[in-house]
Nanobody, 120 residues
Framework: QVQLVESGGGLVQPGGSLRLSCLAS????????MGWYRQAPEKQRELVAI???????TYADSVKGQFTISADNAKNTVYLQMNSLKPEDTAVYYC??????????????WGQGTQVTVSS
């Protein structure tokens, strides 16, 4: 099993910054990728950014140039640096971990979510 603990959310004014962290623990032997999703009220959960174990990154178009994802593989931690935050970035941010099984398929695990509110 895999456990994910997110931290770093909170209330910030427009234009401010936050850094989210997600610590993964458990059986991470076949870790494939870690990432962040978000879900705003009455909207579907959407990809924010994801990073694979070889360092490849993918960002949603809406956050390119604004957010930066990084990972410390030794600490099994993924970070999301969020700059120039806007009210539309308000959402619950979820950490996601993807593991490859021995048969080539993938298992995903989700964190409990951390609230990010951008408001003056």
């Amino acid at each position: 099993q895999v456990q994910l603990v997110e931290s770093g959310g909170g209330l910030v004014q427009p234009g401010g910054s936050l850094r989210l962290s997600c610590l993964a623990s458990g059986n991470l032997l076949r870790l494939n990728a870690m990432g962040w999703y978000r879900q705003a009220p009455e909207k579907q959960r959407e990809l924010v950014a994801i990073i694979t174990t070889d360092g490849s990154t993918t960002y949603a178009d809406s956050v390119k140039g604004q957010f930066t994802i990084s990972a410390d593989n030794a600490k099994n931690t993924v970070y999301l640096q969020m700059n120039s935050l806007k009210p539309e970035d308000t959402a619950v941010y979820y950490c996601k971990v993807v593991l490859r099984t021995r048969w080539g398929s993938f298992n995903t695990y989700w964190g409990q979510g951390t609230q990010v509110t951008v408001s003056s």
